[in-house]
């Protein structure tokens, strides 16, 4: 593993989401990253960010740059997700309305991650967290 | 690209900067950096948006134009007046007082930019329909938008509309017309941006999307603002040229270029800082359902452009008046409108600009990346642009990259200092002791 950065995501704060995708966002660039992948690695960790803030207890997002590729870890505290299969399916979403109003809760993120990773993986116990990797190979 | 150094208008007056850090703070390409106490404007960075002409209260920022007097390098001459221009007069509601001035000041004809605008949102708006891209659509009429796009998203160039701007656009139908009118040779005629811009005399001397600029010269609103304003009070003749519709003079006010596009769901922002998040945002996927994307790097446009006379505010406010007094109805649609797809194409496509990027192998690049992250961390992370850097992290770049060292942080020099007080007091306090030791040999040993 060459380059590796674990970045901390606070659960619920809104006025923040969006900060530590957009730093990995700007680590890629800096790197020369080509542009379209690196357009796929924003919109996989935008989405795990948004989800990290709305859904889940807090987590960290590690971002590694590995021989394989970018590789995107996202791990949280909790609550866990109890049927997987439906949180992948578009437009299933559990998010309140006052974060619809805010523009989220279409049930899109998880989809778009698988979508635009070449890899994807997600794993979840409820009471426990929920983890996911995503590479994106360059 | 061509070979020839890059021209900024936006430049700095080293006699009147006192090196403070307003301007530091707000570039938003972090294109500024403080050195022995003047400000320094890195030239592969500045995208020529003028927040700092705006924010120095020292003056000490200038944008450089060419002077009125450019125009006498040609035998016929055209004005090209944006449509911020109307706007800029008390008391002055109309367009055509400040038309004919245009022409009493030396111009043999003048051709609105507005009117090339609506030529240009047919065209987009054609483009849309036909023509499959990703979505949202950009506009490409802000260059200070383009340039920011091409350093800092540059995932997004395949979103920006290949059409030139409306100034081009004008200046290459203007000439065409005018040589074809009168016959005379092209080569002939000069046309001349009057404009509230200074990004666009960066953009005339290094254009994107096309080899040449059909623009001969850029003359600041500011500069021929005097000049124009002694004429309005006279009685003119009726006017013999081709009018603009509301439909182009909005393009001046943020969101008539969407609204003049036409397509359903549309967005406009203002304001670099504004764009930039909204841009982050684009880049996210987030706006899918965009159709198109309306940035400009001004508050309230071309209003608040560098260059104009008016607050932007009131100048809105007087432009929402000068359209009252202009006729709704696009102008018939020549075949200048039908062709414009083609005719006003951008034929050249924009490249990414590579100044934010390390250098060297992606080896090289990750093992530069860390070093930054390295001394970033060692950084205390205020941002407090003392150092003469914008931020931490561009002192961490400046200091990897050996522009600058870690002392140009004042909290490290302070620790540095007392870390060195404490190193020479120690030293004091050992050099007095074995000067003792030796003037009076071993007798006190030990006190
Ligand atoms: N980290 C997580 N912890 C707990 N539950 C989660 C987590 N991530 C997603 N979920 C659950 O999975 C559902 C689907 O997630 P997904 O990201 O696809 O859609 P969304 O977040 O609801 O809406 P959108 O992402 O379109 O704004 C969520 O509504 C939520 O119930
Ligand atoms: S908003 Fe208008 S005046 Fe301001 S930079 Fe863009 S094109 Fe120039
Ligand atoms: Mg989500």
Redesign the pocket.
């Known amino acids: 593993m060459m380059i590796k950065e674990t970045y901390q995501v606070t659960a619920g704060d809104m006025t923040a989401a969006g900060d530590v995708s957009a730093r990995i966002k700007r680590h890629m660039k800096q790197l020369g990253i080509p542009a379209s992948v690196m357009r796929r690695v924003a919109v996989g960790t935008y ?1 795990a960010e ?3 803030v ?3 207890d807090g ?1 960290r997002i590690d971002f590694a740059i590995t021989p394989e590729g970018i590789d995107i870890r996202v791990v ?1 505290v909790g ?3 109890a049927d997987i299969e439906k ?1 992948m399916t578009e437009g ?4 309140t309305n006052e974060v619809r109003n805010m523009g ?8 778009n991650m698988k979508r635009n990773a070449d890899e994807f993986t997600i794993a979840s116990e409820v009471g426990v967290g ?1 983890d996911i990797h995503m590479l994106f190979r360059i | 690209m061509s070979d020839t150094p890059y021209f900024h208008s936006v430049r700095l007056d080293a006699e009147k900067c006192k090196g403070c850090t307003t301007c530091l703070k707000r570039c938003p390409t972090e294109a500024i950096r403080i050195r022995n106490n003047r400000a320094t404007i890195l030239h592969e960075r500045c995208i020529d948006c003028g927040e700092c002409i705006r924010v120095c209260t020292s003056h000490a920022k200038i944008a450089v134009t060419d002077p009125l007097e450019i125009i006498d390098g040609f035998k016929y001459k055209i004005a090209l007046p944006a449509p911020t221009l109307y706007s800029q007069f008390i008391h002055v509601h109309r367009s055509e007082p400040i038309i004919a001035s245009l022409l009493k000041i030396g111009f043999d004809d003048v051709f609105e930019v507005a009117r090339a605008a609506e030529v240009v949102s047919y065209a987009i708006s054609k483009l849309l329909i036909t023509e499959d891209r990703p979505k949202p659509v950009i506009s490409s009429a802000c260059p200070v938008i383009l340039r920011l796009i091409q350093i800092n998203f540059p995932s997004l160039l395949d979103n920006v509309i290949d059409m030139i701007s409306p100034m081009e656009a004008a200046a290459k139908i203007a000439k065409e017309e005018f040589a074809k009118k009168h016959g005379v040779p092209v080569g002939e005629i000069g046309a001349f941006f009057i404009s509230p811009c200074a990004a666009k005399m960066t953009a005339v001397k290094n254009p994107l999307g096309q080899e040449k600029s059909y623009v001969d010269g850029v003359i600041a609103i500011k500069d021929i603002y005097t000049r124009i304003e002694k004429h309005l009070k006279e009685g003119f003749d009726p006017l013999e040229i081709d009018r603009a519709s509301t439909v182009g003079i909005k393009w001046a006010i943020p969101g008539g270029e969407t609204s003049a596009v036409g397509s359903r769901n549309s967005l406009c922002v203002d304001g670099v800082e504004n764009v930039m998040r909204v841009l982050e945002q684009i880049e996210n996927a987030r706006f899918e359902r965009l159709d198109y994307f309306e940035g400009l790097a001004c508050t309230n446009g071309c209003l608040g452009g560098p260059l104009t006379v008016e607050n932007c505010f009131v100048a809105k406010n007087r432009l929402a008046s000068v359209v009252k007094h202009t006729a709704q109805r696009m102008v018939s649609k020549t075949e200048i409108f039908e062709d414009a797809v083609s005719t006003l194409r951008m034929t050249q496509e924009i490249e990414p600009n590579e100044v934010m990027q390390l250098r060297g192998s992606i080896f090289e690049r990750i093992k530069r990346a860390e070093e930054i992250e390295m001394i970033c961390k060692g950084l205390p992370g205020f941002d407090c642009g003392s150092c003469g850097s914008p931020t931490c992290r561009a002192l961490a770049w400046d200091i990897a990259h050996g522009y600058a060292n870690e002392l140009n942080c004042v909290f490290k020099l302070q620790e540095r200092i007392s870390q060195m007080a404490e190193e020479m007091v120690k030293l004091g306090e050992s050099t007095r002791f074995t000067s003792y030791r030796k003037d009076d040999g071993s007798k006190k040993e030990g006190l």
């Open positions: 989405e948004i989800n990290l709305i859904h889940s987590g949280d609550p866990g997700i949180a299933w979403s559990t998010a989220f809760g279409a049930g899109m993120g998880l989809p929920t």
